[in-house]
């Protein structure tokens, strides 16, 4: 019996070594980490859904980076800023965000796209791939990187999502759906995505 308790006593004890010779893992907080800056580095669908929480809880002049391409194709994507809007920069670095937006009833705004409504943004770099369905009349305004814009930038955005509207919309655009301005600017900006309407006041390839 005490041999039992001394094997079992030194097996703990090397148990125990090994694992203290082990590198300690430290797990990420749901803040992404920032560049110097201050832009936050956006490298995975948490940190880009972390991202868009907090724009639309009213940190809405906040900038980001991506870091690598995201696909948020499982995700019930809301747009980033809503209604309410986005004022930062926020750069793509040619890398591609791919989304699955299914725009029902039960959307609760008036600009879809992977953003909402942009005032005073600019946005660059940024590709946007997969499918943005809309079928439902609430929302009026949609298109593959905003929905709606004032006074914005767009540089270097290319929308590669196919954009369907079976619903009766105001403006549809395959990179941005409607400007209320004289003063924003698209800059090198392409629409590689079918849109399709059955029912649309006014409709574009890039706005």
């Not at 980033?80 to 699955?100: Q, S």
């Not at 709606?148 to 990179?175: K, M």
Request: proline residues 1%; hydrophobic residues 40%; contains cysteine.
């Amino acid at each position: 019996m005490k041999a039992m308790i001394k094997r079992a006593t030194a097996l703990l004890l090397s148990f125990l070594l090994v694992l203290s010779a082990m590198p300690l893992t430290v797990f990420a907080s749901g803040e992404p980490d920032t560049a110097e800056d201050g832009s936050y580095l956006l490298a995975t669908a948490e940190d880009l859904l972390w991202f868009a929480e907090e724009v639309t809880n009213g940190n809405d002049s906040i900038d980001a980076e991506l870091t690598a391409d995201i696909d948020v194709s499982d995700k019930d994507w809301a747009p980033i800023g809503g209604d309410a809007g986005y004022c930062g920069t926020f750069n793509g670095n040619g890398f591609t965000v791919t989304v699955n937006m299914n725009i029902d009833d039960s959307f609760e705004y008036s600009f879809g796209g992977f953003f909402g409504y942009l005032y005073g943004a600019t946005v660059k770099n940024l590709k946007l791939s997969g499918n943005i369905a809309v079928t439902a009349e609430n929302c009026q305004f949609v298109g593959g990187i905003a929905g709606g814009s004032s006074d914005s930038q767009f540089i270097n955005c290319s929308n590669s999502a196919d954009i369907t509207a079976e619903a009766e919309i105001v403006y549809l655009g395959g990179v941005v759906g409607f400007d209320e301005s004289s003063d924003t600017v698209l800059t090198g900006c392409t629409n590689h995505g079918d849109i399709v309407a059955d029912t649309v006041g006014s409709v574009g390839g890039i706005m």
